[in-house]
Nanobody, 122 residues
């Protein structure tokens, strides 16, 4: 059974940093693009960042550019999301997902982790 385990969420003050990790098991990890998504209370799920399966091409949504960095270690079957200069509007449950297509469209992803809560206080 494919599993994605997201970790690293927590409570941080505005301006602080958190590092999320998404560990995958029972999957040919380097065959999959990995995306980070978030869902704030009362809002829909949105794509935050994604990284391609092969050449490490990355995407970050405009609101997090320059603050968030996505990276992957295929040797460790893990993708990371370094989040700096956090803002209250970054508060959400963050999910990682694996899919064959490099995209921020949630429906294109095949496997999802359980989510980790990030809370940024003002």
């Amino acid at each position: 059974e494919v599993q994605l385990q997201a970790s690293g969420g927590g409570l941080v003050q505005a301006g602080g940093s958190l590092s999320l990790a998404c560990a995958a098991s029972e999957i040919s990890f380097d065959d999959y693009a990995i995306g980070w998504f978030r869902q704030a209370p009362g809002k829909g799920r949105e794509g935050v960042s994604c990284i391609s399966r092969s050449d490490g091409t990355t995407y970050h949504r405009d609101s997090v550019k320059g603050r968030f960095t996505i990276s992957r270690s295929n040797a460790k079957n893990t993708v990371y999301l370094q989040m700096n200069s956090l803002k209250p509007e970054d508060t959400a449950i963050y999910y990682c997902a694996a899919g064959k297509v490099y995209t921020t469209t949630p429906s294109s992803y095949d496997y999802w982790g359980q989510g980790t809560l990030v809370t940024v206080s003002s």
